[in-house]
Structures are given as structure tokens and as C-alpha cells.
């Protein structure tokens, strides 16, 4: 289906886009436009103008600091991710990047569009709030930083107000981590996803079974623990033509085992 007409503009810089999403309520930040694109063809949404960020230098980029710690801006592209030297000092990440989509969609989606998404299915909220990562938000009146855990507010809902720009995300370091997931074929978005790192801890991110991520904290990286650290979450995930909730229930406790047992290796 072809789009209604839409205004259209590519700032050279953060603070122009950020004038231009606060001027207006209509407008929308375009990142790599595989969500937002395909849902204005089917008028799921209507956006007033694109503020296209993909000129904004700042936002880009992958560093890694001299403790470990990752910054990733938030228009690095799935591709990147996976073949940045830089990102392997957390190689979870580009793992699961390399799981997303197909080649082209990881050659133009980011990870700051794939997080703003906030869509339950997507492999890397979860895969954030187990990380412990650090969601710096820049707007009018500032920059200001939001844990993961706290970032994802509902469905396609987060802490991104408007006027707002997602700018980059922040890693601790670290390298026990790991990821499972039950995707609709081989390269389809998730039924049910669970994330770990047992990092001086153990935290277990669980996707698809709720709006955000369902962060938990075992006592041990036991299975037993694990089990019943899900058990306890009282989960009441959504049914849909994919799974009913009890199915996906029960593979949140499988996939929880299974990313911690991935962490431990």
C-alpha cells in the first residue's frame, strides 16, 4: 500500500531534531524505518512529518571504554553490531543481533529504533534489561539517563516523551550472558525470549510474555532457582494465533534455563 502524504526533514544535528519533533505533536523520529515505514503502509499509523536522524553523526558510532563499558549510539545499524571489534567485549549482543530479520533489515534497522519500538516480539528489549544498560534520552530541556529495566512503559511505549531522541545506549561490562528464543521460523520475530547475564548475579529478562520485559532475580543460577524464580513472576502472558498463554508460559521457564545455562558457559 502506498503512503499518504507526509512531511519530510533531515536535520544535520541533534538539537535540530529535537526542535523539530518538539514543534510538532505529529511528528515522528524515522531511525531505520523497518517498523514505522511498514506500519504506515497499513495505516496503523499516521505520522504528520519524519524526522529522518540518519544524517545526525552523533548518533552513531560504537565505543568501548577503557573499563569495559559500551556505548552504542543510537542509529548503530544490527549490522554493525555484529561485525564491530568494539561490541565483542559484550558478545551477546552482536549474537543476537545476527538473529534478527534478514540482511537487509539488519543492514538499515538500528538498535535505538528496534528499543523505541518497545514491541514485546523484538529480541533486544529484553536482551537490554538483563544487560543492566543505561538509555541516555536527549530533549529540550536536557539529557537525562533511564535504566532499561525502567525505559519500557507498554506496548510500542517508553520513557522517549515527545520532543525526545533516544541517543545512545551504555553497557556495563561484562561477558556471562545469554540469550534463547522460540521465533516464528528461523528468522521471524519471538514467541517467547529469555535474556541473562550472571554478571555478579544472576538477572533474567523475559520477552513475549508480557507488555515489557519481566525482569527477575534468581538466587543462584540453579535450575531449580531459575524455575521457580519464573514460576514465582506469576506470569499471565497474552494468546494469539502463535500460542496460547499457557504455552508461552511454559517456555518461559524453558528459555530461562536455557539463557542461563548459555551465561554460565
Same mark, same amino acid.
Given at each position: 500500500?502506498?503512503?499518504?502524504?507526509?512531511?519530510?526533514?533531515?536535520?544535520?544535528?541533534?538539537?535540530?531534531?529535537?526542535?523539530?519533533?518538539?514543534?510538532?505533536?505529529?511528528?515522528?523520529?524515522?531511525?531505520?524505518?523497518?517498523?514505522?515505514?511498514?506500519?504506515?503502509?497499513?495505516?496503523?499509523? *499516521?505520522?504528520?512529518?519524519?524526522?529522518?536522524?540518519?544524517?545526525?553523526?552523533?548518533?552513531?558510532?560504537?565505543?568501548?571504554?577503557?573499563?569495559?563499558?559500551?556505548?552504542?549510539?543510537?542509529?548503530?545499524?544490527?549490522?554493525?553490531?555484529?561485525? *564491530? *571489534?568494539?561490541?565483542?567485549?559484550?558478545?551477546?549482543?552482536?549474537?543476537?543481533?545476527?538473529?534478527?530479520?534478514?540482511?537487509?533489515?539488519?543492514?538499515?534497522?538500528?538498535?535505538?529504533?528496534?528499543?523505541?519500538?518497545?514491541?514485546?516480539?523484538?529480541?533486544?528489549?529484553?536482551?537490554?534489561?538483563?544487560?543492566?544498560?543505561?538509555?541516555?534520552?536527549?530533549?529540550?530541556?536536557?539529557?537525562?539517563?533511564?535504566?532499561?529495566?525502567?525505559?519500557?512503559?507498554?506496548?510500542?511505549?517508553?520513557?522517549?516523551?515527545?520532543?525526545?531522541?533516544?541517543?545512545?545506549?551504555?553497557?556495563?561490562?561484562?561477558?556471562?550472558?545469554?540469550?534463547?528464543?522460540?521465533?516464528?521460523?528461523?528468522?521471524?520475530?519471538?514467541?517467547?525470549?529469555?535474556?541473562?547475564?550472571?554478571?555478579?548475579?544472576?538477572?533474567?529478562?523475559?520477552?513475549?510474555?508480557?507488555?515489557?520485559?519481566?525482569?527477575?532475580?534468581?538466587?543462584?543460577?540453579?535450575?531449580?532457582?531459575?524455575?521457580?524464580?519464573?514460576?514465582?513472576?506469576?506470569?499471565?502472558?497474552?494468546?494469539?494465533?502463535?500460542?496460547?498463554?499457557?504455552?508461552?508460559?511454559?517456555?518461559?521457564?524453558?528459555?530461562?534455563?536455557?539463557?542461563?545455562?548459555?551465561?554460565?558457559?
Amino acid at each position: 500500500m502506498l503512503l499518504r502524504e507526509v512531511g519530510y526533514a533531515r536535520p544535520g544535528s541533534l538539537g535540530e531534531a529535537i526542535e523539530l519533533l518538539a514543534a510538532d505533536d505529529g511528528a515522528r523520529a524515522l531511525a531505520g524505518g523497518q517498523t514505522l515505514i511498514n506500519v504506515m503502509k497499513a495505516r496503523a499509523g *499516521s505520522p504528520d512529518a519524519l524526522i529522518d536522524l540518519a544524517g545526525i553523526e552523533e548518533l552513531k558510532g560504537i565505543e568501548l571504554r577503557a573499563d569495559g563499558t559500551l556505548e552504542i549510539g543510537a542509529m548503530a545499524t544490527y549490522t554493525e553490531l555484529v561485525e *564491530s *571489534s568494539e561490541a565483542r567485549a559484550r558478545p551477546i549482543i552482536g549474537e543476537v543481533c545476527a538473529q534478527i530479520a534478514d540482511v537487509q533489515v539488519r543492514n538499515r534497522g538500528t538498535i535505538g529504533g528496534n528499543l523505541c519500538t518497545s514491541d514485546p516480539t523484538n529480541h533486544l528489549p529484553p536482551l537490554m534489561a538483563a544487560l543492566g544498560a543505561q538509555m541516555t534520552i536527549a530533549g529540550a530541556g536536557g539529557e537525562r539517563t533511564v535504566p532499561a529495566s525502567e525505559f519500557f512503559l507498554g506496548v510500542y511505549m517508553t520513557a522517549v516523551g515527545v520532543g525526545e531522541v533516544l541517543t545512545k545506549i551504555t553497557v556495563p561490562a561484562g561477558r556471562s550472558d545469554g540469550f534463547a528464543a522460540v521465533t516464528l521460523g528461523v528468522e521471524g520475530t519471538c514467541i517467547a525470549s529469555a535474556a541473562a547475564s550472571v554478571n555478579g548475579g544472576v538477572t533474567i529478562a523475559l520477552g513475549c510474555v508480557d507488555a515489557v520485559p519481566v525482569v527477575l532475580h534468581p538466587g543462584s543460577v540453579d535450575e531449580d532457582a531459575v524455575r521457580e524464580a519464573v514460576r514465582d513472576a506469576n506470569l499471565d502472558p497474552p494468546s494469539d494465533v502463535h500460542a496460547p498463554s499457557s504455552y508461552r508460559k511454559h517456555l518461559a521457564e524453558v528459555l530461562a534455563v536455557r539463557a542461563v545455562n548459555q551465561a554460565r558457559s
